[in-house]
């Protein structure tokens, strides 16, 4: 059977069970390397040079989100979610490496950390702190999860339309013989639970580097394919000024708007003459644009992140990646964001190439690619979509089993009392739990929220607990009972706020315009410094421990 | 020099509010990426050059530590026991 014998669906399956088979062989490859100590499998024995560290991180904070969340976005608000996600995140991510990373790189050298918890239990004397902060930090894991697994089964089901259609069968016609997103979300995470088993975060950083390099190079070789078949960027994006002009901007006048409801007429009259449906114009807030700067704060609360920056070799390691995150967000962001928006008004052998009546804007991205790439070019583009999807999982699989492994079981039980590998094995037991519950979520959330929304509230919850982190870091005065205050506060406000939203179906500003994250993030503050200015201060020791002089403890 | 960083990056971070843009699609650089876009492409390679230079001029000298010895039980806290 030769390539060119395949059906394009068929094509897609070969290409992607290449790349997984390829992944997998690399697990392999790094557990026959390592010694499978847990400093290796955690911490990667704290030995990663400049450039894989600078590959692992942007790995890792670039997942679905920043291919697929950002293309859906932009197909539905336009060149806003650019400035709003990644202009800030490139000013932003580099400052809370310069200023939070190296620190807690030092703290972890100089101490032993593994994780976040084993920190904050030290810095603020108290044992209990761990057991708040462990089920906050895993319950704001699991949205973070589930981009991927929503993606990687939407992504999956689009590109292998037609594979197999005796043997999948779908109401959908366009979608016979896909690959069921039930099954591509499972293998997606059996893959990564594979390979994270097998290196642990040394073998995981290999993966990363490489993921990094494929999902660059591919993002970047997708941009230019779409746009050469839409006739040329400025083709494309002329088609956008005479279909959907507001896309191209952030403001939506009266007169874009009697436009906006003569061309809807227009459409509903005669479908086939006007090709594409308008989409409602969405004015951006100022206020909310400006208030997205607290949303790219969570990386310096991620647990996945902690454990990498851990993984550096000395703290000049990490210069690349300060300067490094605003150029390749850029280069990952602005090349999606472009896609989103053309795809609002792409026309292809004058047929529109998004359907009309489209809602889930996860399935941009896998559309355009799989319309407009050739099979071969199309499967390698999904490719790397899998590689940014599988490239962060792996990190946030593997924080859980260090946060369950070292703040749970070594801590209330006792490390001596397990070797190495039992750890390591209990691990990856309780990894395997939480990806099996986030794979059931997923499934049953199917089609019913946008990757982008739901990023958008698990990063609001991990920046709801910065004010902690950084109190810990730069404040002396910032006691226990502050921390516990603002943790509280964090979790109760994000909770309510995300209840009010349907649990994710919003994203939408919901107060005075603000973003939620605005909202939460004040309570947390408010709450750390008036707790932590009437509350008795920490001990000498431990303020000499952490900024060098007792200078200000009583 | 770390004053003009510091100063600098805060300046960055209130052009990054470019509300002057707001309304605008054209100028189209290079024909076809919005000047509200291409403003923030530029926002982010400013970023980039503004870190460089924090890297350069601002690096923290206390940062790097010696070596300790891996442990997997670093906190000198002991679990609290119900008394």
Not at chain 1, 60 to 88: D, H, N, P, Q, R
Not at chain 1, 385 to 405: C, H, W
Not at chain 1, 489 to 497: P, R, S, Y
Not at chain 2, 46 to 73: E, K, N, R, S
């Amino acid at each position: 059977m030769s390539l060119s014998s395949l059906n394009p669906g068929q094509t897609a399956v070969l290409v992607i069970a290449l790349y997984m088979v390829a992944l997998i062989a690399l697990g392999l490859l790094s557990q026959l390397v390592l010694r499978l100590t847990v400093a290796d499998y955690f911490v990667a024995s704290r030995g990663l040079g400049s450039v894989m560290l600078l590959m692992s991180l942007i790995g890792t904070t670039m997942t679905a989100f920043a291919l697929i969340g950002s293309s859906g976005e932009a197909w539905e608000s336009g060149i806003v979610v650019y400035g709003k996600m990644a202009s800030w995140s490139g000013i932003i991510h580099a400052a809370m490496y310069f200023l939070i990373g190296i620190k807690l790189w030092a703290f972890g050298k100089k101490y032993g950390y593994v994780t976040q918890i084993q920190f904050f239990r030290d810095r603020f004397e108290s044992d209990r702190l761990g057991l708040l902060l462990f089920p906050i930090l895993v319950a704001l894991l699991v949205p973070y999860i589930l981009v991927g697994v929503i993606s990687s089964g939407t992504a999956l089901q689009q590109v292998t339309a037609g594979a197999f259609p005796d043997w999948f069968k779908f109401e959908d016609a366009k979608l016979a013989g896909a690959i069921p997103y039930w099954l591509g979300s499972l293998v997606t995470c059996v893959v990564v639970l594979y390979y994270i088993s097998a290196g642990g975060v040394r073998g995981t950083a290999w993966v990363n580097a490489l993921q990094t390099v494929i999902f660059l190079v591919l993002g970047c070789a997708m941009c230019w394919t779409i746009a050469d078949r839409l006739g040329g960027p400025v083709n494309a994006t002329k088609m956008v000024l005479d279909h959907n002009p507001t896309r191209l901007k952030r403001d939506a006048s009266p007169q874009d708007m009697e436009q906006y409801q003569q061309k809807l007429k227009a459409w509903q009259a005669d479908p086939k003459a006007a090709i594409i449906k308008p989409r409602e114009p969405k004015p951006a807030s100022k206020v909310e644009f400006t208030t997205y700067l607290f949303i790219p704060l969570s990386v310096a609360m991620f647990p996945h992140l902690f454990q990498y920056w851990l993984t550096a070799r000395s703290a000049r390691k990490f210069r690349l990646s300060i300067i490094g995150q605003p150029l390749l967000i850029m280069l990952i962001w602005a090349p999606c964001v472009m896609i989103g928006i053309w795809a609002t008004s792409a026309i292809y052998n004058g047929q529109p190439v998004i359907p009309p009546d489209l809602v889930d804007s996860n399935k941009i991205l896998p559309i355009i690619v799989k319309k407009l790439a050739s099979p071969v070019l199309g499967a390698l583009l999904a490719g790397g979509i899998f590689a940014a999807v599988m490239s962060s999982m792996d990190a946030q699989f593997l924080s859980l089993g260090s946060m369950f492994t070292n703040d749970i079981v070594g801590h209330y039980i006792g490390h001596d009392r397990f070797s190495d590998r039992q750890l390591v094995l209990i691990g990856r037991v309780f990894i395997l739990v939480v990806v099996a519950l986030s794979y059931l979520i997923g499934l049953k959330l199917q089609g019913t929220r946008g990757v982008f929304k739901l990023g958008v509230w698990c990063f609001s919850g991990f920046a709801s607990l910065f004010p902690v982190l950084f109190a810990a870091i730069y404040w002396r005065r910032a006691t226990k009972a502050g921390a516990y205050a603002s943790i509280l506060a964090a979790a109760g406000t994000w909770f309510w706020l995300f209840r009010d939203a349907g649990y994710g179906a919003s994203g939408e500003p919901g107060r005075w315009g603000l973003t939620p994250v605005t909202l939460i993030f004040a309570a947390s503050t408010i709450a750390l410094v008036l707790v932590s200015l009437v509350t008795r201060p920490p001990s000498p020791a431990t303020v000499e421990k952490f900024f060098g002089s007792s200078k200000y403890a009583r | 020099m770390k004053r003009a960083v510091i100063v600098l990056l805060v300046l960055l971070a209130i052009l990054h509010q470019d509300f002057w843009f707001w309304d605008r699609i054209e100028p189209l650089v290079f024909g076809f990426i919005p000047i509200g876009l291409a403003y923030h492409i530029g926002v982010s390679m400013a970023a980039g050059i503004l870190w460089a230079m924090a890297v350069c001029c601002c690096w923290p000298m206390d940062v790097d530590v010696p070596d300790a010895p891996f442990t997997t039980q670093p906190s000198t806290l002991q679990p609290e026991r119900p008394r």
